[in-house]
């Protein structure tokens, strides 16, 4: 049987980060929201919404003694957290562990901070959408049908599976 999931809702950003052991950070934040020093030992951190040069989620101290792996290291130095942090002087690239295309992924050490800075590489984004869509479609190959398109999607293929 599955561990049970406790969600809780909090007034303070601080507060919830501090007492999550899995943190989803999704902003369109421009400066950092997620302090390091509000990280704990064996949190893992995704953090996507910073995904342009002048996003940011979290800011250079979270990123120091985690370790950190991006979707693409070009793509991580570019964008966001990484790359602003790099600006400032608070990180440095070869601080990056890898890319998760490689295997790169899970803690090395149980205490080891862990965060994912994906920053959407649309060949990734389209290969999750198409295997989503065979699962689905497999699992109800009678329920698929094709739906006109959207209004401003004109020539686009939309395909709802119920």
Do not use: F, N
Not at 8 to 35: C, F, K
């Amino acid at each position: 049987m599955p561990a049970a999931v406790e969600i809780r809702v909090v007034d303070e950003i601080e507060q919830a980060v501090r007492g999550a052991d899995v943190l989803i950070i999704a902003t369109l934040a421009r400066e950092p929201i997620v302090g390091g020093q509000w990280l704990k030992p064996g949190q893992y951190v995704t953090a996507i919404g910073a995904d342009g040069a002048t996003k940011c989620d979290l800011d250079a101290l979270a990123l120091r003694p985690a370790r950190v792996i991006g979707d693409d290291r070009q793509a991580a130095l570019a964008y966001g957290d990484v790359h602003r942090a790099i600006g400032q002087g608070g990180y440095e690239a070869a601080a990056i562990a890898g890319e998760i295309g490689y295997g790169l992924a899970g803690r090395s050490r149980a205490d080891e901070i862990t965060i994912a800075k994906p920053v959407s590489l649309g060949v990734q984004d389209l290969a999750a959408a198409q295997v989503a869509v065979e699962t689905l479609s497999a699992e109800r190959p009678h329920r698929r049908r094709r739906e006109p398109p959207a209004q401003g999607l004109q020539g686009s293929r939309l395909v709802k599976v119920d």
